[in-house]
Each structure stands twice: as C-alpha cells, then as structure tokens.
Nanobody
Framework: QVQLVESGGGLVQAGDSLRLSCAASGRSFSSSAMGWFRQTPGKEREFVARIAWTGGRISYAESVKGRFTISRDNAKNTVYLQMNSLKPEDTAVYYC?????????????????WGQGTQVTVSS
C-alpha cells in the first residue's frame, strides 16, 4: 500500500516556475514507478511524466518536453516535478501516481495509487 500527498501547486504567471512534490508513505515506494498526470474540467486525465523505480526510464509528454523535469529521491520517499517556462495551457490539477510495475506507463490505467491532486494555475 502507498499513500501519496502532493504539494507545491499555486498561482503563477506565464514564464514562471513551480516545483511539485509528492510525498509517499508505505513500504513499496522505492520499488514503484511514479508518474505525474494532470486534468482539467471535462477532460480525461493526461500523462505528464513518469520515472522508473531506479530513477531511469524517464518519459515526458510532448507538450512538456524541455520544460518539465521529473526526479525522485527514494531516501526521502518523494518524487518531484520541476516545471519551468509555464504556460496558461499548463493550468490543471496535477496528480502523482504510483505503479507497482517498477517501470511505469504513459497511461493512467495501470497506476495503482493516486494522490489527491494539487492545483496549478498559470495566468497570461
């Protein structure tokens, strides 16, 4: 079992940066792949980034490549999403997720645990 709590969201202007954190509790964090997803009202949850249990096999959505960086610190049971050069279209609720599969997926379905989400709003 893994419990996830996101933090770091907020209201920023276009071009600004934010760093999201996802603190995990539970004994299986270090062996779980972690992902970040986002969702806006009326739309399906969208893949943002994922990272394997080793810290490798990183994957990004095309829309955030070059601007967002995912990382993890297994000693702190935390995964991060550094978001730079934010755009209004990045506005969404951001969720972190844990996958018992150690390499993860770009799809939301396989993930086993989800956080409650943190709001990111980017004004133009």
């Amino acid at each position: 079992q893994v419990q996830l709590v996101e933090s770091g969201g907020g209201l920023v202007q276009a071009g600004d940066s934010l760093r999201l954190s996802c603190a995990a509790s539970g004994r299986s964090f270090s062996s779980s792949a972690m992902g970040w997803f986002r969702q806006t009202p009326g739309k399906e949850r969208e893949f943002v980034a994922r990272i394997a249990w080793t810290g490798g096999r990183i994957s990004y959505a095309e829309s955030v490549k070059g601007r967002f960086t995912i990382s993890r610190d297994n000693a702190k049971n935390t995964v991060y999403l550094q978001m730079n050069s934010l755009k209004p279209e990045d506005t969404a609720v951001y969720y972190c997720a844990a996958d018992n599969n150690p390499y993860g997926s770009d799809s939301a379905g396989p993930y086993d645990y989800w956080g409650q989400g943190t709001q990111v709003t980017v004004s133009s």
